[in-house]
């Protein structure tokens, strides 16, 4: 979608090509570019994610000793650890809050035994 959109507007700026004073949108206004924090244009390679959020879970690293961020593939693309990943307890793991609350309720000591 964003190549088309900049192919698009590259046709339009060659429609243009004959005017005396062409009327030129802003590159970075929906055409497929964006501006970065120097000013300069770069392409707009995504609107949106590279893939489902399901498929992204799916990422696991390989760490054996410790998630740096050098090494681990789930730090490097921005994500959590998950019970896929070979080292399960890293400190880059994925706190469920709802199953540390229930591990809360159940070591308080209100059984019904």
Do not use: F
Request: proline share 5%; hydrophobic share 35%.
């Amino acid at each position: 979608m964003q190549h088309t959109l900049r192919a698009n507007y590259q046709a339009a700026i060659w429609r243009r090509s004959l005017e005396n004073l062409p009327d030129v949108p802003a590159p970075s206004a929906g055409h497929g570019w964006e501006l970065d924090d120097g000013g300069s244009l770069k392409i707009r390679w995504m609107a949106g994610l590279p893939a489902p959020d399901v498929v992204l879970n799916l990422i696991s690293c390989t760490c054996r000793r410790t998630c740096r961020p050098s090494d681990c593939s789930c730090i490097l693309n921005g994500l959590k650890c998950t019970v896929v990943c070979k080292l399960q307890g890293c400190s880059n793991m994925v706190q469920d809050d709802a199953i540390v609350a229930q591990d809360a309720n159940d070591s308080d000591g209100d059984s019904d035994d």
